[in-house]
Every structure is written in C-alpha cells, then in structure tokens.
C-alpha cells in the first residue's frame, strides 16, 4: 500500500484546483506570467483555489531576487491567488522547505523497484551523449552502473561514497496515452523517454519527483503550463501510477514565440519586444511598465495570448475576460508575439480604458519630468487631454507635450521654410517683432483673443513659423490651444520663444 504522508489540507470534494509553480531561477516573463493568468482566470471561472507555489528544486540557477520579482509581477498585473505561498502558515509552498516529503515517497519507489541508485559519472555519461539518439532507460541502462547491473556490495560502496543520483524506473516498451483538453489523445512510447533523474547527487529532488507530488497533496486538479511540458507529461503519470494516486487533468498551452520564431525564454536577451512585465531594481531594466504600457492593458495582452478576440472587444476588463473564459479560445498554434498589435492593445486602453485612471498615470509620468518647473495640477490634465489620442504608450506623452514645459533648444525647418525665410528675411523679422510687440502689450488674453489673433495671420508660411518659434517645429495641437495654455503657465513664455526665435533666424540674413 502506498503510504500517505501526514498533511493538513482540507478542501471540498470536486472543488477545481490550480497552481502557478515558477522557478526563481530568474524574473517571472511573459510566458509565465501568461500561464499565471490562465489559471487564476480557470480558478475564478469555476470557482476554484489557485496557488502559488514556488519550485526551487534547481539550486544552481536559484537566484536571489526571482521570489521577490515573481510577487511583484504577479501583483502588477493583477494576477491574486488565493491560497499558496505567504497565504498559509501550516503549510510550506516552497519546495526547498518540503525536502523530508519528497524523501518520504521516494523510500517507497526505491523499496518497490520504481527508482533505482545509479552511480555514472558525467564523464562517463558524456561519452554517450555524443550521440545525439542517445537515452538511458530500459534499453541502455544495463551499460552503466546502476541498481541493475552491481551486486549488493557494490552497490553499498558506491553508496557510503556518496556520489549517486537516483532515477525513476520507466516500464519497458508501454505506450503512454494521456488525453490533453488542448491538444487531444497524446500517445508516447517508453522507449523514448529517459529514466529521469528525481534525486541528484547534491541530495536534492528535481522538478520530476517534487512537483508531482505536491501537486497531489496539494489537491490540484488541473496542470495547466505551457507546450514544452507535453514529452514529460508521461514521467508525470509513470510515477502516480507507481503511487496509485489519481492522475490529474492537463491543460498544455501553446508556445510564445519572439519575433525569430524561437520560444520565449528568460536565459536569453531580447531588444526587440520586452518579455518582462515589470522593472526591479538591477535585475529588469527593460519591461513592459518601463516602455509605457498600462498595467490594465497588458492584462489584455496576456488576454490575447491565450486566445481572446481583442479585434471585437477591443479592451475587456477582468470580470468580462473571467465571464467569456472558453477551451474554445485556445487555438494549438504557438503564438508569435506581434510588438505592432500590443501596442495596438495599449492605445485602445488609452481611448476606451479608464480615463480617470488613465489620465492619472500619465500626470504621474509628466509631473517626474517637469519636477523644477511649477505647473498647475489642473494645466497638466488639461494638457494631457488635448494630445493623449496622439500617444500609443505612457512614454509617449512626453514626445507630444514637452514644448508646454521646455522652450525649444533647436527648430525643425522645412526647406521651404528656409527658402521663405532667405528671400523674406525683412518681412519675416517684421513679423516677430510684431508679435512681441502684441504680446507685450496684451499680458492678458482670452482663448478668443487668440483666436482671433491666429486668424488675422493669413501669409500660410508666417503662421508655419510662428507654430515653429513656439513649438519648435511643425507638429502639435491646435495653436489656439498652445498659446492658451502657455498663456496660463506663464505670461512671458511666448515673448521668451520669439525672442530666442529672432536670434536664431538671424543665421539667415546673410544669406
């Protein structure tokens, strides 16, 4: 009989349960935090646990900030479970707390003949990795030295020098045949999976031994994880069965791919889509928060990422995504990530997202640019809703509102302009100094005023350069606008501008 290790978890029969189990050996990317999403939007459709747990059984690639990154990514994008790691003192969902369990039942496989020791070197087992059919398993493994090919004194010497890992035993030439709710019936052969290493030499379980067991005494129902995970799904169920434990149901989501068409990955280096949600410290320097994408609309983009039509909808908030959860979004394609439709996805939260919240996030990136310049609260969100529907990310706004807060350090002269200039120079001067004159003398002006003074200039060329001496170039909203607001900042800022303006087409008089 298969023992049952004393742990205290009490859950409604039939209840769905899901976990997220991210390895710290790096921050949490795009196609984790994807996986997060699906089973905390699976859990909140059926009204289910969902875990977080943290598998830290590889040592070597462990690295310190991950843990803290991994809650700070799942927080920024609104992804809450509501049972696991930090929400339960009884119980540890850490595995490296968890090591006495995992030696538990591996007694059991090693006293019923499921695990044996095997004692190669990494030398040794290099030589055969040469080939690259090479597996070690019921077809090979009497070559090495192993449970099966030592007598028992042998095997005892080998074990008091501690140099062994132990592997789990997979049954000779069976198929496999598990069902997948994505990808259907999966049907593999024995002969082609490796005996697994579930005990390393360092005195540690690996992922194989660790993780299906918590999954079992943590009651989860459903494994839901990316493609990558579909070859080893048979070790998964090779080992509850050896435990006569109840196979759960799997859910394999299809791959994330970058823009070269290889998966998404962590250990390598991508400039030219970001893979992590958020900045932290020197570990991320270059995320989505940190492009300009809104929290929101990058819960939309793992939306996306899991099948949901954002070409209808274009912009659902968490309770519609939970509503219109379906299998039947999830398309078996792996799924390259386009940076154009994200963005896409990011301007759509700008024109029909939360304005509040919106606007809020983009006074909060104006007001960290313009900290030394005094700038009424009032002005900035007036400001911002003038020239949001020109900006796709938060960065943006920057681009096309800096010259309400900074005067121009250079122009932006069309070649036309430049020709106008040189052949008008006196009729252009004359202009300027006209308009300071105006400017002086009027220290206060109603938007109408104005408007009426934009109007009056019918020369096209000179209303071009006037638009270029106060904004520096040829793009920006409404004048009218412009000067009303500048106006409202400070009454001199458009006699500085044409001053510095009259400086700087001096260059041309010689010409």
């Not at 049972?83 to 009884?90: L, P, S």
């Not at 918590?214 to 494994?223: F, N, P």
């Not at 759509?348 to 919240?357: A, H, M």
């Amino acid at each position: 009989m298969v023992p049952i290790y004393n742990i205290n978890i009490i859950i409604m029969k039939k209840k769905i349960r899901v976990r997220f189990a991210p390895s710290p050996t790096g921050p949490l990317h795009i196609g984790g935090l994807r996986t997060a999403f699906y089973n905390y939007i699976f859990a909140k459709k059926y009204k289910g646990d969902f875990l977080l747990r943290i598998d830290d059984t590889d040592i070597k690639r462990n690295k310190k900030l991950s843990i803290k990154y991994i809650l700070k990514a799942l927080k920024w994008s609104k992804i809450k479970y509501n049972k696991g790691y930090n929400r339960d003192k009884d119980i540890q969902y850490i595995q490296s707390k968890r090591i006495h369990i995992y030696k538990y039942y591996l007694n059991y496989l090693i006293k019923n003949k499921y695990a044996y020791y095997a004692f190669d070197t990494v030398k040794e087992l290099n030589l055969y990795r040469k080939d690259k059919n090479f597996i070690y398993n019921f077809l090979t493994r009497n070559k090495f030295k192993n449970s099966f090919t030592l007598n028992k004194n042998n095997i005892k010497k080998y074990l008091k020098k501690k140099k062994f890992v132990i592997r789990l035993k997979i049954p000779t030439n069976k198929n496999i045949i598990y069902k997948d709710e994505i990808f259907g019936n999966i049907k593999i052969n024995t002969k082609e999976i490796d005996d697994k290493i579930i005990f390393r030499s360092n005195k540690k379980p690996t992922y194989h031994l660790a993780s299906p067991i918590d999954d079992h005494l943590m009651k989860i129902t459903h494994i839901i994880r990316g493609k990558e995970w579909l070859s080893t799904t048979p070790i998964y169920i090779i080992l509850y069965k050896y435990l006569n434990w109840k196979i759960p149901k799997f859910i394999h989501l299809p791959l994330l791919l970058n823009n070269k068409k290889g998966k998404i990955s962590k250990r390598l280096n991508y400039n030219d889509v970001p893979i992590y949600p958020i900045n932290y410290k020197n570990f991320v320097n270059n995320s989505y928060e940190y492009n300009g994408f809104f929290r929101y609309a990058f819960i939309n983009i793992l939306a996306l990422l899991i099948g949901y039509d954002l070409i209808k909808y274009k912009i659902l908030n968490i309770k519609k995504i939970i509503k219109l959860f379906n299998f039947k979004n999830i398309n078996k394609s792996d799924i390259k990530i386009n940076y154009k439709l994200l963005c896409t996805i990011n301007k759509n939260f700008i024109l029909y997202g939360n304005k509040k919240y919106v606007n809020y996030k983009l006074y909060i990136y104006l007001r960290s640019k313009i900290n030394k310049y005094k700038v009424k609260k009032k002005i900035i969100y007036k400001i911002i809703n003038l020239t949001k529907d020109r900006i796709t990310l938060i960065n943006d706004i920057w681009n096309v509102a800096n010259y309400f807060f900074i005067n121009p350090k250079k122009y932006s002269l069309p070649q036309n302009i430049i020709k106008y200039i040189i052949n008008n120079y006196k009729i252009v001067l004359n202009f300027i100094n006209d308009n300071i004159i105006y400017f002086n003398k009027n220290l206060v002006l109603s938007k109408k005023e104005i408007s009426n003074f934009i109007n009056k200039i019918k020369n096209v060329n000179l209303l071009k350069l006037f638009r270029i001496s106060i904004v520096g170039e040829l793009v920006g909203i409404n004048l009218v606008d412009i000067i009303s607001i500048l106006y409202k900042i400070n009454k001199f800022i458009i006699i500085k501008r044409l001053i510095n303006f009259k400086k700087f087409i001096f260059l041309y008089k010689n010409f």
